[in-house]
């Protein structure tokens, strides 16, 4: 089963900055984060991961609490085609199964 | 690289045939992923391999399925004999060992009529 929690759904008006949150608290020792998305019809696409810092890549931002128990991932400037149901997968380790929640569905409003 | 590659992207069947449905890995990758996704139910994990070898089958839902990896570069998932509950899009995945990045077929939708 998940061991993470992201609201259902979320709006975002387009150009801004849509920040999805989520809780990992279960998360221990070297456990990454991972996020993933899944725009319609389409196969899940990698995002970004993180252990205990804030990352950036191309994509997005994923910031991290200090105490590692919840995170946010960051799209700084959000276009229709961002449209996507959001998982937030872990904690886990880099080798683990990989195991959908139910994630969080974020319509980019024009 | 084209990327993970499964086949057919449609499949309708009558309720009682068999069903294959193949997937072809990224050329390296070490773990292969078979998934099921309904909208009732979401993504759910069927099946891992980790050098060809089956190491979590815990999401098999039943006899009915089972999955094959001969070698690096061919997986197959089967159902026989199908159900129409078995109705779904059946996505494949690779990654490559060290890497955390896995990487998603365009999925099979199999329609049990």
């Known amino acids: 089963d998940a061991k993470t929690t992201q609201p259902t759904s979320m709006d975002c008006a387009e150009g801004r900055a849509a920040n999805l949150p989520c809780n990992h608290s279960t998360i221990s020792g070297n456990e990454y984060v991972y996020w993933y998305r899944q725009i319609h019809s389409q196969g899940p696409q990698y995002i970004i991961h993180g252990l205990k810092n804030n990352e950036t890549n191309e994509m997005a931002s994923l910031i991290i609490t200090e105490d590692r128990k919840s995170s946010t991932l960051i799209l700084p400037h959000a276009t229709l085609r961002d449209t996507a149901v959001y998982y937030c997968?872990?904690?886990?380790?880099?080798?683990?199964?990989?195991?959908f929640g139910k994630g969080t569905r974020l319509h980019i409003l024009p | 690289d084209a990327g993970v590659i499964q086949s057919p992207r449609h499949e309708v069947t009558e309720m009682g045939q068999e069903v294959t449905l193949r997937c072809k890995p990224i050329?390296?990758?070490?773990?292969l992923f078979w998934y099921r996704q309904t909208m009732m139910r979401g993504l759910e994990l069927l099946i891992y391999f980790n050098n060809n070898v089956p190491i979590d089958d815990s999401g098999m839902p039943e006899d009915r399925f089972s999955a094959k990896m001969p070698n690096a570069s061919f997986s197959t998932l089967k159902i026989q004999p199908s159900e129409p509950r078995d109705s779904a899009v059946y996505f494949c995945?690779?990654?490559?060992?060290?890497?955390?990045?896995?990487?998603f077929g365009q999925g099979t939708r199999l329609t049990v009529v």
């Open positions: 997968i872990g904690p886990m380790n880099r080798d683990d199964k990989i195991i």
């Open positions: 995945a690779s990654r490559d060992r060290g890497n955390t990045e896995a990487f």
């Open positions: 050329s390296g990758h070490n773990s």
